[in-house]
């Protein structure tokens, strides 16, 4: 069984910074890879960012490319998603994920650990 917290989400104003947090733990075969997710209301749940704990190869969506950044510690016991120049539509829920060989690392059907959550709000 995996556990996955989230913290670090926040209101914050166009162009600024965000770094979350998912702290894992549990079974260590099943977060193999961890993810970044986000949703808004009425929408389906999007990949943001990927890493593979035992190498550290990275996955981003284009949304993400040139501006977020996922990195571990501790062997993926920690991962980040640093966030920078935020835009309103980046405002969401935003989950971390785990697991052992999803088939697509941005999609959220290979996942079944779930952290619950934490909201990220950009206004201008």
């Known amino acids: 069984q995996v556990q996955l917290v989230e913290s670090g989400g926040g209101s914050v104003q166009v162009g600024g910074s965000l770094n979350l947090s998912c702290a894992a733990s549990g079974d260590t075969y099943s977060r193999t890879y961890v993810a970044w997710f986000r949703q808004t209301a009425g929408k389906e749940r999007e990949g943001v960012a990927a890493?593979?704990?035992?190498?550290?190869?990275?996955t981003y969506a284009d949304s993400a490319k040139g501006r977020f950044t996922i990195s571990q510690v501790n062997a993926g016991n920690t991962v980040y998603l640093q966030m920078n120049s935020l835009t309103p539509e980046d405002t969401a829920m935003y989950y971390c994920a785990a697991a052992r060989r999803p088939v697509e690392t941005l999609r959220p059907q290979g996942y079944s650990n779930w952290g619950r959550g934490t909201q990220v709000t950009v206004s201008s």
């Open positions: 890493i593979w704990t035992l190498g550290g190869l990275t």
